[in-house]
């Protein structure tokens, strides 16, 4: 179960509630969702799922996609709310990592 929870995390990475979108995708409930990921050593879903979305928008803005795109796409609803978030994750802003 957490291998397909982590498949559906990478194919879903604009999901900012992991928790209940999880549940509702294995058909389960949200305690055995923190569950399954505390006995497979991630004990914080909402942190592995942070982790799987900036990294899914370092390679989008590598790539040479718009800030403003990647943002949308990731479920922000803003692309200020999206920089912010990049910045305090990489320490970097999300323009400079666009190349």
């Known amino acids: ?14 999901i900012h509630n992991p928790v209940s ?4 995708y294995l058909e389960i409930s949200t305690s055995t ?3 399954i ?5 991630d004990s914080h879903i909402r942190e592995r799922c942070l ?5 899914e928008a370092r ?12 943002a ?10 999206f920089s912010r978030a990049y910045s305090d994750y990489f320490r970097t802003s999300a323009k400079q990592e666009k190349r």
């Open 59 to 70: 390679k989008r803005l590598r790539s040479g996609e718009s800030v403003k795109a990647v």
């Open 1 to 14: 179960r957490h291998e397909l929870a982590l498949n559906f995390l990478h194919n879903h990475p604009e």
């Open 51 to 55: 982790n799987i979305r900036m990294n």
């Open 37 to 41: 990921f505390y006995q497979a050593g």
């Open 72 to 81: 949308l796409s990731l479920g922000y609803r803003h692309p200020n709310d």
């Open 21 to 24: 979108a999880l549940a509702d």
């Open 33 to 35: 969702v923190k569950r």
